[in-house]
Each structure stands twice: as C-alpha cells, then as structure tokens.
C-alpha cells in the first residue's frame, strides 16, 4: 500500500513537470515571502508564468554549476555582493547589455561587466540605545574602534556575509593595515561574544548589555514596527568621513542576473527589466523594508522616516573581490 | 533460498555505493590543494575549531550515555509512580530540532531573554551561556533520545528478568544495574552514543545558534566565505578522521561487551518511598526541560502568527508526513538487509561495506547534498541525450530518498543491529533443524523478535526527515513544501517569531507517530511476556 503511494508520488511529480508552458525559473536565496508578490504581480500583468525554487546561496551556486547546459534556471536571485559576484566568478551568470537597466540603476550598485543588478539596498548601519547614547557621540564605523568604547558594542557574528562585506569594501578604501586596526579595535571593545543574528544584537542593545552595534536597517525597521517603545536609534555613519573612514554608509544589495545557459533569456531580461521599473521596486524593496535602487523611486513610509544618508559610493563588486581577504582579516584579529 | 547462494558482501556494498560519491569526491580534492589558504587555515581556524570540536563530541557523547543510559534502565528495571507514562514520553524530545531547541535556550535564557531579564530583576544574574557549553547542554538534551530509544529497546524483552536473576543471587538492586544490566545494555549505549556523536560532528544548526566554531562551522566558512569548495571537502575530510576513530573505539567496546541473554520477561523491581519520588521527580524535571518548556515557549511565539495556519502549512505538514513514511519504510528495509549481511558474514569486507553505508550521517548535511548532486548531475548529462535530466533532477521525490539513505543509514542501522545481536545463533540453528529456509527464519523467527528494533529504526528515521533541511532544500521539486523548508524560509531571516508555528507542526506531527509506534511496542511485549506490572 505504502509502496503504491510511493510510486504515485513520484510519478505524479514526473507528470506535472512533463507540461511545460512559456514560463521562467528562478533559483533564488531571496526567501519566497520577499519575492512571490512581485512575481504574482508580473504574472499578472504579462501572463508569464513564474516558478521558483529557495536555497542558500552556496548550494543553488553549485547546483547551476553542476547542472551546467542542462539546466532549466532563467534567473539567479541573491542576497549580497559578494554572492553575485562569486556567481559571476564561477560563470552560472552571463552579462545583459541593456539601456533600461543602465539608466535605472546607479552604477556602483551593478556590476560593471553586467554580470549582475542590484534590485533593492540594504544599509549596514550604527543603531545605539537611546537613553545610554546621544547621537553626538557617534561619527562612524572606524571610531566604534576607539578605547573609549571599550565593554560598549555588540555585534553579529563575522561568519556573516554582512559583516564579511563592511570589511572588504574597507580594505579596498582604507586598506589592510588601518582596516586591520579598525577591527581589532572592535573586537577589543565587543560587550559580549559575537551573536548568531542582527536580531540578537538589537535585542542585547534594547536590554543594555551594550551602547551601540551594527545592523542592516530592515532588522531594525522590523522590531521597531513590532515594539515601538524599544530605546532603539538608527544612525547614519560616515556622512563627513575623516581620514581612514569609508566614504558613507555602507549599501549592500539583492540582486538579480540571467544565467549563462537560461533557457529564455529574452524573457528573462524583459522581467529584469520589469524588477527595476519604479511599480516594482517599490513593491520589492518595501517588502523588506529596504531601499529601492531606482533612485527615481520613493521609499516606504517607514524607511523614509529615518532620513536621507549618503551611500558609499564605491562599486559593490570590490565586496566580492575582496571578501575571502576580509574573512582572513577577520580571522587574524580574532572576529569570531 | 539456501545459505551461501546469497553474496552477502556484494549486497552490503551496493547499499554503501551512493555513499561512495560525497567520499570520493572529498578524497578527489585533495588533489587540488591550496597551499596559501591552507597556511591560514592551520594557523588561524583548526588550532580553534578542532579542539573546540573534540571537546564538544567528548562532552555530548558522555553527556547523552549518562543521561539517556540512566533513563532506560530507570524505566525498563524499577517501577515507580508514572513508569509507564515515562517510558514513552522520554523518546519525544527526539522530535524537536536542535536549531529550535538552541533558539528556545538562547531567546530564553541569554542575557536579553525574557527567563534571564525576569532573574536578573530578582538579582540572580545568570552565567554566559553562549558559548561551548551552552551548545553542549542543548546538543545533549537533543540527542540523548538515540541513546535512551536503543537502550530502552535492548532492555525491553529481559531487562526485568535479568534484574530478578542477579537479585536471587543476592546482588542490592544497585549491584544488580551495575554488574549486570550495564554490561548487558554496553552495546546499545555504544551504538546510541556513536549516533548522537556523529549528530553532533554534522550539526550546523545548533551551534550556529550558539555562535561556536566547529568542524562544521568551518566546512561552511571554507566554502561560502572563502569560496573554496576543495578546501571545503578537505576539511571534511579531516571530520572523517574524527570519525574513524569513533568506529574504531567503538567496535573496540562493542567487542569487550558481548553478552548473550535472553528470557523472558519479569516483573520490574519496585522502588518505595524516596527512592519511588526521586525517579519520578528526576523524569519529570528531564521532560520539563527538554520538551516541556520549550514547546510552551514555541506555544506562545506561534499564538501571535496562528492566522498563518493555511492551507498551504496543512500540505507542507502532509509532505512532510509522507516523506518521512516512506524514507522510514526504505531505510528499515535497507538497515535490516545490512544487518542480516553482518550476521550471515561477518567478514572484513562486508563490515567494511557496513561502515562506509553508515558514515553519511557524520557529513554536515549541505555538502552531502551538493556532494550527491554535483556527480549524479554529471552522470545525468552523459544520458541527456536519451533521458531528459530534469527528470531526474528535479524528478521529484525519488532522488531525496535515495539521498536519505546515505544520510539516515546509521541511524536506522543501530537499534536493528542492537536486536539482532540479542538473537541468540543457536536460535537459526534450532529453525534450520526444524526446516525452515533462511526467508522463513526471517519471517517466523527474528521479525517478531526483532519488532522492538524496528520500530525505533523506523520512528528515528521518521523524526530525522521530518527535521532535515539541507538535503531537502536542494532536491526537493518545484514549488513542493515541507515544514522543515518553511521553517528555512522564516529563520534565514531572522523572523523566529514566525517560524514557531512550522516548528511547532514539526514538533507535533513527528511526535504522533513516535507515540503510536512506541506504544504499539510496548503493547505487543506485554502480549509476548504478559503485562510488566
């Protein structure tokens, strides 16, 4: 009986596979709450179906790979820089020359050989107890380095591609021998071991075990949504930077590129194409609390709230470039 | 069917061949050795994470024999007040993930959770508990389960008897559980602690909760940070090692403790007074701690998200039930086929096809999985021409088996092996006298010895596939859902809140059938030997 099922099982997966329609795939690492109301969305508007599959990003990476020609992937979703530029390293991507996409998305926040597009920013930002801190206390990330921090912050662990991309983009701006100060300086100040998540870190800041730490913006905009009453501040480092600072707060992004063997590539650019046009990236960027790459395009209530910052400027590919070397930075100064 | 016609090595090794694809492939890349990350490595992450490992297996592995060993005989040897009810609800923490029990701990007791925020108001402040030690507490509370099931199902049919016999010889009932029951239970504490130990060696979850670095941890950094997956599967390598020494200690125990006993059953000796509450009292707290109070906290997380109980939640649920039927029916008849291979011929070749089916379960899950995919995705594009790859690819559910087979082999293996060890050789001989042929000393003899084994075998097996995530997030078919792939899609970023309700589901649907298989056990040996009042 139970073998009957089994069999039932596997073969009706076989047949609803066997009816193929004009549709695209996409692997994505962007989990399926973030990203089904915006393929719902264009399926409703272009009758072009969506199927999608989640993982983390290094297995979807080897999957594509190990698939290689045969593989039904269209597009590659994912979250982080340094991911999308290891897609591009490891040839699953293939590079989309298109004007639409030039003019709608800032050039430091896609690649320069068209490999990838970033879709939405994230903001790796300070948040500080509001109580504890006066903003005036803070400038940037390098001075959250300083003695007079010490016991005073908390943040994630370094095994997080978050952290792994503030460090790379310093070492490409301030190099490795001030951004190896900078993180010593952090882990000597740290109030308690590093946390498994930014949530973790807000709650330790929002409980006063430390003064400030580093988080994305959406991790805060999502717990002060939930608790409003939390002495929890955003603040926006590097808007004047000194000497041996990063040039502005540091953006991360989702992003989005066509894989070398896609099935639909046209299809596949048309619906890119759609993803950076302002009704979408509204929609994208507002399900997560982030902020849309479409300069053009207004930002959620929320999220406009916490004021206008500048961005650091430089290209994110250099996240990628440089993240195995911060990892070793990170290793060598003891950033668990 | 007679005896000898059957290659009992050649059976053993096709059922350890998918194991051979991730082995291969971890050997193969030491071919490709990078010489500069691995001067980093040596000097800035093994001298951290292999002691750190080391440490943790040795702490856990202990940790779960004691605790789970000294449950099982409490259960299966005394009676005192709720035995019965003790005996069955002991095995359900088994159900609840390590990443959820970790979260619990952590949400709960760290420094900004509600149990510690509430004790430090009173002025008891609590001690750091994310770190090693915190892991290992929760890894034991977590995988004591192994321990406790296998133990409990090598006493079940004479524990009681054989208490009896060595008090009628005048041994304290102390005496009697340290001279006798022990060594008797010795094997089955070896094959349940080697489990949780593997477990442990394979976890990602949990100490990534706790934010230590294992071997694991580091698999992980080499391949998604350092964008090495050589470097990956060389490390892997190095956990193999640790491994081998576990089989080798443990076949090394396993020889020093063979013990033939069988009979049947007896009364449990009863315990009175202080000794009767404190068995009670120490069940309870050791329910409480691992199943009770962190399903309450999950109860309460799930109540601001119940609205999210949709149709969609109830199919994942079903998926999830179907799965692990069926991988729990496979693996039964596989780990049962691998044991009869062991019995029939013990020699070096079919042990060694025994080991190698079984080491799966120590590989962390994710490079299992892309070390199945990536060769199985070479050898589908060889046929492409004449069967297409997406079919077998992404065919559904029948390569996610086939996956489980080499991740849960020794998990199904042990409790069978345990049982029919306890079957005495002299027992086929007398069947073979009578006239039955091997298929009938199968079905009319060792099955229904056997029925104990199995089911454990098989609601192991059950619970771990209902918890898996990694193999199920890259085989799975499109748009197909477990609640295990739900509970991925709300952690990954962070929403814990969320994802209480699909760990409560797992939780509760895992628990349902552990319940019923246990029980079903038990009942049929009390039919077998007559109640155990």
Same mark, same amino acid.
């Given at each position: 009986?139970?073998?009957?099922?089994?069999?039932?099982?596997?073969?009706?997966?076989?047949?609803?596979?066997?009816?193929?329609?004009?549709?695209?795939?996409?692997?994505?690492?962007?989990?399926?709450?973030?990203?089904?109301?915006?393929?719902?969305?264009?399926?409703?508007?272009?009758?072009?179906?969506?199927?999608?599959?989640?993982?983390?990003?290094?297995?979807?990476?080897?999957?594509?790979?190990?698939?290689?020609?045969?593989?039904?992937?269209?597009?590659?979703?994912?979250?982080?820089?340094?991911?999308?530029?290891? @897609?591009?390293? &490891?040839?699953? #991507?293939?590079? $989309?020359?298109?004007?639409?996409?030039? +003019?709608?998305?800032? !050039?430091? %926040?896609?690649?320069?050989?068209?490999?990838?597009?970033?879709?939405?920013?994230?903001?790796?930002?300070?948040?500080?107890?509001?109580?504890?801190?006066?903003?005036?206390?803070?400038?940037?990330?390098?001075?959250?380095?300083?003695?007079?921090?010490?016991?005073?912050?908390?943040?994630?662990?370094?095994?997080?591609?978050?952290?792994?991309?503030?460090? @790379?983009?310093? &070492?490409?701006? #301030?190099?490795? $021998?001030?951004?190896?100060?900078?993180? +010593?300086?952090?882990? !000597?100040? %740290?109030?308690?071991?590093?946390?498994?998540?930014?949530?973790?870190?807000?709650?330790?800041?929002?409980?006063?075990?430390?003064?400030?730490?580093?988080?994305?913006?959406?991790?805060?905009?999502?717990?002060?949504?939930?608790?409003?009453?939390?002495?929890?501040?955003?603040?926006?480092?590097?808007?004047?930077?000194?000497?041996?600072?990063?040039?502005?707060?540091?953006?991360?992004?989702?992003?989005?590129? $066509?894989?070398?063997?896609?099935?639909?590539?046209?299809?596949?650019?048309?619906?890119?194409?759609?993803?950076?046009?302002?009704?979408?990236?509204?929609?994208?960027?507002?399900?997560?609390?982030?902020?849309?790459?479409?300069?053009?395009?207004?930002?959620?209530?929320?999220?406009?709230?916490?004021?206008?910052?500048?961005?650091?400027?430089?290209?994110?590919?250099?996240?990628?470039?440089?993240?195995?070397?911060?990892?070793?930075?990170?290793?060598?100064?003891?950033?668990? | 069917?007679?005896?000898?016609?059957?290659?009992?090595?050649?059976?053993?090794?096709?059922?350890?061949?998918?194991?051979?694809?991730?082995?291969?492939?971890?050997?193969?890349?030491?071919?490709?050795?990078?010489?500069?990350?691995?001067?980093?490595?040596?000097?800035?992450?093994?001298?951290?994470?292999?002691?750190?490992?080391?440490?943790?297996?040795?702490?856990?592995?202990?940790?779960?024999?004691?605790?789970?060993?000294?449950?099982?005989?409490?259960?299966?040897?005394?009676?005192?007040?709720?035995?019965?009810?003790?005996?069955?609800?002991?095995?359900?923490?088994?159900?609840?993930?390590?990443?959820?029990?970790?979260?619990?701990?952590?949400?709960?007791?760290?420094?900004?959770?509600?149990?510690?925020?509430?004790?430090?108001?009173?002025?008891?402040?609590?001690?750091?508990?994310?770190?090693?030690?915190?892991?290992?507490?929760?890894?034991?509370?977590?995988?004591?389960?192994?321990?406790?099931?296998?133990?409990?199902?090598?006493?079940?049919?004479?524990?009681?008897?054989?208490?009896?016999?060595?008090?009628?010889?005048?041994?304290?009932?102390?005496?009697?559980?340290?001279?006798?029951?022990?060594?008797?239970?010795?094997?089955?504490?070896?094959?349940?602690?080697?489990?949780?130990?593997?477990?442990?060696?394979?976890?990602?979850?949990?100490?990534?909760?706790?934010?230590?670095?294992?071997?694991?941890?580091?698999?992980?950094?080499?391949?998604?940070?350092?964008?090495?997956?050589?470097?990956?599967?060389?490390?892997?390598?190095?956990?193999?090692?640790?491994?081998?020494?576990?089989?080798?200690?443990?076949?090394?125990?396993?020889?020093?403790?063979?013990?033939?006993?069988?009979?049947?059953?007896?009364?449990?000796?009863?315990?009175?007074?202080?000794?009767?509450?404190?068995?009670?009292?120490?069940?309870?707290?050791?329910?409480?701690?691992?199943?009770?109070?962190?399903?309450?906290?999950?109860?309460?997380?799930?109540?601001?998200?119940?609205?999210?109980?949709?149709?969609?939640?109830?199919?994942?649920?079903?998926?999830?039930?179907?799965?692990?039927?069926?991988?729990?029916?496979?693996?039964?008849?596989?780990?049962?086929?691998?044991?009869?291979?062991?019995?029939?011929?013990?020699?070096?070749?079919?042990?060694?096809?025994?080991?190698?089916?079984?080491?799966?379960?120590?590989?962390?899950?994710?490079?299992?999985?892309?070390?199945?995919?990536?060769?199985?995705?070479?050898?589908?594009?060889?046929?492409?021409?004449?069967?297409?790859?997406?079919?077998?690819?992404?065919?559904?559910?029948?390569?996610?088996?086939?996956?489980?087979?080499?991740?849960?082999?020794?998990?199904?293996?042990?409790?069978?092996?345990?049982?029919?060890?306890?079957?005495?050789?002299?027992?086929?001989?007398?069947?073979?006298?009578?006239?039955?042929?091997?298929?009938?000393?199968?079905?009319?003899?060792?099955?229904?010895?056997?029925?104990?084994?199995?089911?454990?075998?098989?609601?192991?097996?059950?619970?771990?596939?209902?918890?898996?995530?990694?193999?199920?997030?890259?085989?799975?078919?499109?748009?197909?859902?477990?609640?295990?792939?739900?509970?991925?899609?709300?952690?990954?970023?962070?929403?814990?809140?969320?994802?209480?309700?699909?760990?409560?589901?797992?939780?509760?649907?895992?628990?349902?059938?552990?319940?019923?298989?246990?029980?079903?056990?038990?009942?049929?040996?009390?039919?077998?030997?007559?109640?155990?009042?």
């Amino acid at each position: 009986m139970r073998c009957l099922f089994a069999i039932l099982l596997v073969f009706g997966s076989f047949l609803s596979l066997a009816a193929q329609a004009t549709e695209l795939t996409v692997y994505s690492a962007r989990i399926e709450d973030l990203i089904k109301p915006v393929f719902d969305r264009y399926t409703a508007e272009t009758g072009t179906k969506i199927r999608f599959i989640t993982d983390k990003e290094g297995p979807l990476l080897q999957r594509l790979r190990a698939e290689g020609e045969s593989s039904p992937a269209d597009i590659l979703i994912t979250v982080d820089a340094g991911n999308l530029w290891q @897609a591009a390293q &490891l040839k699953v #991507l293939q590079p $989309v020359q298109s004007k639409v996409l030039e +003019k709608n998305i800032p !050039a430091h %926040l896609r690649d320069a050989e068209n490999y990838w597009f970033g879709l939405s920013i994230r903001a790796r930002t300070i948040v500080y107890h509001s109580a504890r801190i006066k903003p005036s206390e803070l400038s940037s990330y390098e001075a959250l380095a300083s003695k007079s921090w010490k016991n005073r912050i908390c943040l994630r662990t370094s095994k997080k591609v978050y952290n792994q991309s503030l460090v @790379a983009m310093m &070492l490409a701006e #301030l190099g490795g $021998v001030r951004t190896e100060e900078v993180v +010593k300086g952090w882990v !000597a100040n %740290l109030a308690a071991a590093p946390f498994a998540s930014d949530n973790e870190v807000l709650e330790a800041i929002a409980s006063g075990r430390c003064d400030v730490g580093l988080v994305n913006s959406y991790y805060y905009g999502r717990m002060v949504r939930s608790n409003p009453d939390l002495p929890l501040k955003l603040y926006w480092p590097n808007q004047s930077p000194k000497k041996g600072e990063i040039g502005g707060v540091h953006v991360n992004v989702s992003g989005v590129g $066509v894989t070398t063997h896609s099935p639909n590539r046209e299809e596949a650019v048309r619906f890119i194409e759609w993803l950076s046009s302002s009704k979408a990236q509204q929609l994208f960027a507002a399900l997560n609390l982030e902020f849309p790459v479409n300069p053009e395009v207004e930002p959620d209530p929320l999220t406009a709230h916490w004021g206008s910052f500048k961005q650091d400027q430089i290209n994110l590919s250099e996240a990628g470039k440089r993240q195995a070397e911060a990892v070793r930075l990170m290793d060598r100064a003891r950033y668990r | 069917m007679k005896q000898g016609s059957v290659s009992w090595p050649l059976i053993a090794g096709f059922l350890a061949l998918p194991t051979l694809l991730p082995l291969a492939a971890s050997i193969a890349s030491f071919a490709r050795i990078d010489t500069e990350l691995w001067s980093h490595l040596i000097e800035y992450v093994l001298p951290h994470v292999v002691p750190q490992t080391a440490l943790i297996l040795c702490v856990v592995s202990i940790g779960v024999s004691v605790l789970g060993t000294s449950l099982a005989l409490l259960v299966s040897l005394f009676e005192f007040p709720g035995r019965r009810f003790f005996s069955w609800a002991l095995i359900l923490p088994l159900a609840i993930p390590g990443y959820v029990l970790a979260t619990v701990f952590i949400g709960t007791l760290d420094y900004a959770g509600s149990v510690a925020t509430i004790l430090r108001q009173l002025g008891i402040p609590l001690p750091e508990l994310r770190n090693s030690a915190g892991a290992c507490l929760v890894l034991i509370a977590a995988l004591y389960p192994y321990v406790y099931l296998v133990v409990r199902t090598s006493l079940a049919s004479q524990g009681a008897r054989v208490l009896e016999a060595a008090r009628s010889m005048g041994l304290s009932p102390r005496q009697a559980v340290v001279r006798v029951a022990l060594p008797l239970s010795a094997p089955a504490i070896i094959g349940g602690s080697l489990l949780a130990a593997m477990e442990t060696l394979s976890d990602f979850g949990t100490v990534a909760a706790f934010n230590v670095d294992t071997l694991t941890t580091a698999i992980y950094k080499a391949w998604f940070s350092l964008f090495s997956v050589d470097a990956a599967l060389q490390i892997a390598g190095i956990l193999l090692l640790f491994v081998l020494c576990l089989i080798i200690l443990q076949s090394r125990a396993s020889a020093m403790a063979r013990v033939d006993m069988s009979g049947p059953n007896a009364a449990p000796h009863r315990l009175r007074g202080t000794a009767a509450r404190s068995a009670s009292l120490f069940c309870s707290l050791i329910l409480l701690l691992c199943l009770g109070l962190p399903v309450m906290q999950l109860v309460l997380w799930s109540l601001e998200y119940l609205s999210r109980a949709d149709q969609r939640l109830i199919a994942a649920a079903k998926n999830s039930v179907s799965l692990g039927a069926l991988a729990a029916l496979l693996l039964g008849v596989a780990a049962l086929i691998l044991a009869y291979a062991i019995r029939r011929n013990p020699g070096r070749l079919t042990r060694m096809a025994m080991r190698t089916a079984t080491l799966g379960y120590a590989l962390p899950g994710a490079l299992l999985a892309v070390g199945l995919f990536v060769p199985l995705a070479a050898m589908a594009s060889v046929f492409n021409a004449t069967f297409s790859l997406n079919i077998i690819l992404q065919g559904g559910i029948g390569l996610m088996l086939l996956a489980y087979l080499v991740r849960f082999t020794a998990v199904a293996y042990a409790p069978i092996a345990t049982g029919l060890a306890k079957i005495k050789p002299s027992l086929d001989e007398a069947a073979r006298l009578a006239g039955h042929g091997a298929l009938a000393q199968v079905s009319k003899v060792h099955l229904p010895l056997l029925r104990p084994g199995l089911a454990a075998a098989c609601a192991l097996v059950f619970v771990d596939v209902m918890k898996e995530m990694p193999i199920t997030l890259m085989m799975r078919p499109f748009g197909w859902d477990t609640l295990a792939i739900r509970v991925f899609e709300l952690t990954s970023e962070g929403e814990w809140e969320q994802a209480a309700l699909p760990s409560l589901l797992i939780v509760i649907v895992g628990l349902l059938p552990v319940w019923l298989l246990v029980r079903n056990m038990d009942q049929r040996e009390n039919k077998l030997h007559g109640p155990a009042t």
